[in-house]
């Protein structure tokens, strides 16, 4: 078996600086290299240790992987010469600038569902962003570097976050008791709540529910029989088109694999249904009596 083929992809900075040849290029290198010089001071003594070879080493790092995210995201893929010209023409610290704006923009989007009053923390932002900007941006110049990827990949997966969080925020505004302001959210179980409680009919949305109510969905299911499929357009008739996408994912989910959904109208117990709908609304689920 022949080995596979590994292809080089060092920090684009570095593929673009290579670019500068053998020739006479001015001032334009010392140039750069004072500016290189002057952003990696800065970025020690913000981010790592500007007292030590190791900080200085580990800010010099940064540097390099922050000048080529700015410029993966100004200079199509392979245009070396252009990655050049843009850092001669607008200089290291511009290119800098814009790659720090996308990982400060990633940082501020949810990792996760689960949303806490601690996310708004102005402590616990910062260090959110130092630990991403240090995942995302580490790059030593004499190895391969797939920093632009993470980054993309972190930023598709934290847009789908950010889209169920506004469809639980816009559930929880439309309850059918009037808006819920709890600092704390549990975006999926928001959801659950209001695709399994949309099965009865009516269309009334429910983003928080307790033991008394989920009682008395159970006994209409089971008198009335609804149509489960009409229950569910009444609700996406509700929602905005912005948040239907993640709703009807979620439904199409729910339709086949909702344990709550799929034991309602059988004889299963109480006690046992209203665990199963634990696992489903977590926190926002009352279990005591209202």
């Known amino acids: 078996m022949l080995p596979a083929l590994v292809v080089e992809r060092l920090p684009r900075m570095v593929r673009a600086i290579r670019c500068f040849g053998a020739g006479d290029n001015g001032d334009e290198p010392a140039i750069l290299a004072d500016e290189l010089a002057g952003i990696t001071a800065m970025v020690a003594e913000k981010f790592t240790n500007d007292r030590t070879a190791e900080g200085i080493q580990r800010a010099y790092f940064l540097t390099v992987g922050c000048v080529s995210l700015g410029i993966e995201h100004e200079i199509e893929d392979g245009d070396e010469d252009g990655a050049i010209d843009y850092l001669v023409e607008e200089g290291a610290e511009h290119a800098f600038q814009v790659g720090f704006r996308m990982v400060r923009d990633l940082a501020a989007l949810p990792e996760d569902s689960l949303v806490g009053e601690y996310d708004n923390d102005p402590v616990y932002m910062q260090r959110r962003l130092k630990e991403l900007f240090v995942d995302i941006c580490s790059a030593d110049p004499n190895q391969n570097w797939s920093g632009p990827e993470r980054y993309e990949i972190q930023l598709g997966q934290r847009k789908a976050v950010q889209a169920i969080v506004r469809t639980a925020n816009w559930l929880r505004r439309h309850h059918y008791e009037g808006p819920i302001n709890d600092a704390d959210l549990n975006a999926e179980g928001v959801i659950a709540l209001a695709v399994i409680f949309a099965i009865e009919g009516g ?88």
Not at 263 to 287: V, W
């Open 203 to 290: 269309g009334r949305i429910v983003a928080k529910t307790g033991q008394k109510d989920f009682e008395r969905l159970v006994s209409s299911v089971r008198k009335n029989k609804p149509d489960y499929e009409a229950g569910w357009a009444e609700l996406m008739a509700k929602v905005p088109a912005q948040h239907q996408a993640v709703l009807a994912e979620r439904i199409a989910s729910y339709r086949e694999h909702c344990t709550v959904i799929q034991k309602i109208q059988s004889r299963t117990s109480m006690k046992n249904l209203f665990a199963e709908l634990e696992n489903y609304a977590g926190s926002e689920l009352d279990a005591d009596y209202a």
